[in-house]
């Protein structure tokens, strides 16, 4: 224990900054016991430091509970695991379930033996919440989809009508009489053809009932979004058929797409947010593994940038966010994913990209945001710098995390080395 307690923080001016930080930072030794825990986690166990040093988790959480916290300890500090995940537990004395999305990594001693270990945990709570009435909402669209008036109808394998109900023939514009043994062909447009014909192609090699969203222009020209359930069905002569429900969904679609943004878009600068990116970032990853590409990512920051809010004010802070977020959005290829992740912090993976294009395009973007000032108001121009960290991934066995994280430890160098620069 007097390794660890002598590698512990003392200053002063630290145990501050880390007690304002807004997450809960501990350290605890080898057996559990806390070494070191900030003021949130004190304020969460409603005890002082000098009451938390020397105990476990035992004595502030109900374990019986919830072991989460318990499992995760034991991983780093008996695998040397670094554990990024999420936790659930009771603090005792209360019925309340918290989550925490928790950082913890191992201590070493000089012989590299682990002899402790040390967390971050933020509280996800109302995250939690959040998505869950999102998800409860898309709930309540899909139920919607499968319960609103619908085209019904009976097809063959010739994608010609058996039967069409006068929803159908309305949608249409045809009599209801005309529709049986009409081929779809005369009534859809052949891009909307094509996708009905390989979704009924699924439905019957499978005999599986499927879902599909599909569309159709309708006789006035306007296109159409229609939810379509299919169920394979065999008539008395042994004849395979599909019958059909399908939902004009137009309107429903076009609010779910406004919410699927609400939950990946940054509000303010309209790209990709932080939480999209990682999960995005890592199918693209696999991707470019699988294809053995190389691929490459930016971590930018803008620099100075709390000296322009305290100067200028935050309204002309975000418009300097909004006309970078431009500036990089108009450099980027469309296969490129750009997001702001946080603050005045900006990503940018570039898949099937050699590591010399991605520093050709990082030092272009820096070049180009330092010789040209942001106008946040009438005569008002503000020189804005940038530095980034650049890493190319030639295909190794790297999580999207961890090569962020790399990215993240280049942009700081660049931002020690003076700002402004690019480093990889």
Not at 206 to 218: M, Y
Request: glycine share 4%; hydrophobic share 35%; net charge negative.
């Amino acid at each position: 224990m007097a390794d660890l307690q002598q590698q512990l923080i003392s200053e002063k001016a630290l145990r501050a900054v880390m007690d304002e930080v807004g997450a809960f930072i501990y350290i605890k030794d080898r057996d559990g016991r806390y070494l070191y825990a900030n003021s949130q986690v004190q304020q969460l166990f409603g005890a002082p430091l000098e009451e938390i040093i020397g105990e476990t988790d035992e004595t502030f959480f109900d374990l019986d509970i919830s072991n989460e916290l318990r499992e995760t300890d034991q991983r780093v500090m008996q695998e040397g695991l670094v554990q990024e995940c999420e936790e659930r537990n009771y603090v005792r004395g209360t019925d309340e379930m918290r989550i925490y999305w928790s950082v913890k990594k191992p201590l070493f001693n000089e012989q590299k033996e682990i002899i402790g270990m040390y967390g971050i945990s933020t509280d996800i709570t109302d995250r939690k919440r959040i998505e869950r009435e999102l998800h409860e909402q898309n709930e309540f669209l899909n139920i919607v989809m499968n319960n609103i008036e619908s085209s019904i109808y009976m097809i063959d394998q010739d994608n010609n009508l058996r039967y069409a109900n006068r929803r159908l023939a309305e949608r249409f514009n045809v009599p209801e009489g005309k529709l049986k043994g009409m081929p779809i062909s005369e009534i859809v447009d052949e891009e909307a053809l094509q996708l009905i014909t390989e979704n009924n192609q699924k439905v019957f090699e499978t005999r599986q009932a499927d879902r599909f969203k599909e569309r159709a222009i309708d006789p006035s020209g306007r296109e159409q979004v229609f939810w379509s359930v299919k169920v394979p069905h065999t008539l008395a002569t042994g004849e395979q058929v599909i019958i059909g429900f399908s939902t004009e969904m137009t309107d429903i679609f076009e609010l779910q797409e406004k919410l699927r943004k609400q939950t990946s878009q940054d509000e303010l600068t309209k790209l990709y947010n932080r939480r999209y990116f990682f999960t995005e970032g890592e199918k693209q990853l696999l991707t470019a593994k699988h294809n053995e590409e190389e691929s490459c990512l930016l971590v930018i920051d803008l620099d100075y940038f709390k000296e322009i809010n305290d100067e200028y004010g935050h309204p002309a802070g975000d418009r300097v966010l909004i006309e970078v977020a431009e500036r990089l959005a108009q450099t980027v290829r469309k296969s490129d994913l750009l997001a702001r992740v946080g603050g005045e912090e900006f990503a940018l993976f570039l898949p099937n990209t050699p590591k010399e294009k991605a520093l050709e395009l990082a030092e272009k973007l820096r070049a180009s945001m330092s010789s040209q000032p942001v106008s946040v108001e009438e005569g008002v121009k503000i020189r804005v710098t940038l530095s980034a960290g650049v890493h190319a991934d030639p295909t190794s066995n790297n999580t999207f995390a961890d090569i962020y994280r790399i990215a993240d430890k280049l942009l700081y160098e660049a931002k020690s080395q003076g700002r402004n620069q690019v480093c990889s």
